[in-house]
């Protein structure tokens, strides 16, 4: 007998667009997700609470450690950050055994290793031994952190545990495989969703008329956009006629930003990692861009790559990222080493040539159809709770 509902908990970052656009996917299915934060965080995403409201089809229940609806943010961090440290009752996994004891559920999915995969993983293999595991790889999780041998570890031990592995690149699957996970792979697509195609590409301005440069302002741990910030004084004198928005901008790459010279700095517009920008507003800033500059130490498919194949800004990207595989399929763009040279290079090139930058927005636009249409990745996540 085929089973009406299915139950499916997830153990994600709450505030991140990315787990929100992966919910989204199922919101017409028969299905009860039950969400569970994996790490402290400021505020729901407005699109998970949005989908928290919903109570037709698919169900998205918020799991919070008091019942509460409101200030979910502060009242995780008082109840595990705080209360945790001092009463192993407040803790994730105090809650989460219980939760699993009273119920069964047909998968649990942990979205993201180090956070959701971690904790997965520090709960008695007794309460998930006969049930459903999905691990999902997010950017760096396995590239990265197998450099130290204490991740590499963990990692090991839940990959053993997972029952399912999905991942952004083909990279990243042979590195499970390595690493010990024998289950089934589910399908290689984008872990935040596709994209509607037609809709985001009503009346884009040409690529080569675009007067914009877009920069991934990430530095910290995987981030590098210090490496390619000093050279916007040459490009801006050689291009004056262009602006700059550099974009989740991290504290120690704004004070980079700052030290420029005050006749760069009023043409570059700063955005934090602390603004609230939607997805909408962030994809407009694509689609008026000519290219999008991401320099990262680690990375996994890039997302802000596939967006710039969508929006059709002329992407570079450094070779840390799986963003090789996407020109093997076809797409054109240019992928560089972390040397400022080569990627001055390759800026020079794509701010000179608008024969090329028109081009790769048509190629990249075929690919973008091809395989990150939002209906044909939906129907490739569907086979995930199957």
């Known amino acids: 007998m085929v089973k009406e509902r299915k139950k499916v908990l997830i153990i994600g970052i709450m505030d991140s667009v990315h787990l929100g656009r992966w919910l989204k996917q199922f919101s017409t299915e028969k299905i009860d997700f039950y969400i569970f934060a994996s790490k402290k965080y400021r505020n729901q995403h407005k699109l998970i609470k949005t989908l928290t409201k919903q109570n037709r089809y698919s169900k998205f229940i918020f799991l919070s450690p008091i019942g509460s609806k409101f200030f979910n943010g502060y009242i995780d961090f008082i109840y595990f950050e705080l209360l945790g440290k001092f009463l192993n009752k407040f803790t994730r996994i105090f809650f989460l055994t219980h939760l699993l004891k009273r119920e069964k559920f047909d998968y649990i999915h942990a979205i993201e290793i ?12 007794k309460l998930i031994e006969n049930q459903t595991i ?14 130290f041998s204490d991740h590499m570890l963990r990692i090991k031990s839940i990959l053993s545990k997972a029952d399912f592995y999905s991942a952004e690149c083909q990279r990243d699957y042979a590195l499970a495989r390595e690493f010990g996970f024998t289950g089934i792979d589910l399908p290689c697509i984008p872990n935040a969703g596709g994209f509607d195609l037609e809709l985001l ?11 914009k440069i877009l920069i991934k302002g990430y530095g910290g741990t995987f981030g590098r956009a210090e490496v390619v910030i000093p050279l916007l004084p040459k490009i801006l004198t050689s291009y004056p006629e262009f602006q700059v928005h550099i974009y989740s901008v991290t504290d120690d790459v704004l004070k980079i930003v700052e030290a420029l010279p005050s006749e760069v700095r009023s043409k570059i517009k700063i955005t934090t990692n602390r603004d609230r920008i939607s997805h909408s507003e962030m994809l407009l800033e694509f689609s008026s861009s000519r290219i999008h500059i991401g320099c990262s130490g680690s990375d996994g498919i890039s997302t802000a790559f596939l967006e710039s194949l969508v929006m059709g800004a ?14 093997n399929l076809g797409a054109v763009a240019s992928i560089v080493g972390l040397n400022q040279n080569e990627i001055l290079d390759q800026i020079y090139l794509a701010l000179k040539d608008d024969n090329l930058v028109d081009i790769a927005s048509e190629i990249n636009y075929k690919i973008a159809k091809k395989y990150l249409d939002y209906a044909v990745v939906q129907k490739k996540a569907l086979e995930y709770y199957r």
Do not use: H, M
């Open 114 to 125: 180090q956070g959701a995969g971690y904790l997965l993983d520090n709960l008695d293999f």
């Open 134 to 147: 999905i691990v999902t790889n997010w950017g760096s999780d396995i590239f990265y952190f197998r450099k």
């Open 201 to 211: 590409r009503l009346d884009n301005l040409t690529t080569s008329l675009r007067k």
């Open 314 to 327: 002329y992407p570079i990207q450094t070779n840390t990222s799986c963003a090789n595989e996407w020109v």
